[in-house]
């Protein structure tokens, strides 16, 4: 079975400070992980996403994530925080093989304090 | 459109109704998916198909719930004699053929209040 675990419901930072949304994960085999971003009344949005490769991608709106498969995380961060960036925030993890379906954990809300 | 579409936005029925909620996937995108979302929670697999087919059913909560995508585009979530606890916003997502780490691209769901 696959899981995600997403440790802090909510995240508040000071706008322009750096911010990171922790996400960890179990999967058998290799990972698939994707971060997504959902504002109200909307579906989700597609940040970015780890395959294989260089372990820190990078995505839209300036976020990028870190792929560490020794302690199975896979953190989003962002240099400088804009208040516009406050959100809900999914990590989701798939197998690299068999069923394409996702796994999402309970999602962080990340608040942007001007 | 240039995105997944789903209708009705917003749907309200009563206890023991039957409901029908559609997507409209991205045009030429092979793999659709539908997930359920109770309020407070991340997305929760239902069931998805690869064209016509439906490759896993498995998340479906019960025999009430059923899946279609007759003709391998729009699909319909179908959810008979609807209970309280079917509230919920369902989504569906669908991702284009030729690599299986395709990101999934979601509508924006309908949002289901059972009274």
């Known amino acids: 079975a696959q899981s995600v675990a997403q440790p802090e419901d909510q995240v508040n930072v000071a706008e322009g400070n750096p911010l990171t949304v922790k996400c960890t994960y179990s999967?058998?085999?290799?990972?698939?992980l994707f971060w997504y971003v959902q504002y109200p009344n909307r579906g989700l949005q597609f940040l970015l996403k780890?395959?294989?490769?260089?372990?820190l991608v990078k995505g839209s709106y300036g976020f990028e994530a870190e792929f560490n498969k020794s302690q199975t995380s896979f953190h989003l961060k962002k240099p400088s925080a804009l208040v516009s960036d406050s959100a809900l925030y999914f990590c989701a993890v798939r197998a690299s093989f068999g069923n394409e379906k996702l796994t999402f954990g309970t999602g962080t809300r990340l608040t942007i304090i001007p | 459109g240039a995105g997944v579409s789903q209708s009705p936005r917003y749907k309200v029925a009563k206890r023991g109704q039957d409901v029908a909620l559609r997507c409209d996937p991205i045009s030429g995108h092979v793999s659709l998916f539908w997930y359920q979302q109770a309020l407070g929670q991340g997305p929760e697999f239902l069931t998805y198909f690869q064209n016509e087919a439906q490759l896993d059913k498995s998340g479906l909560p019960s025999d009430r719930f059923f899946a279609e995508r007759p003709e391998g585009s729009v699909s319909t979530l179908k959810i008979q004699r609807t209970q309280q606890e079917d509230s919920a916003v369902y989504l569906c997502?669908?991702?284009?053929?030729?690599?299986?780490?395709?990101?999934?691209?979601f509508g924006p769901g309908t949002r289901l209040t059972v009274l």
């Open positions: 780890y395959i294989t490769g260089d372990n």
């Open positions: 999967v058998s085999g290799n990972p698939y």
């Open positions: 997502a669908s991702s284009r053929l030729g690599s299986s780490y395709n990101e999934q691209f």
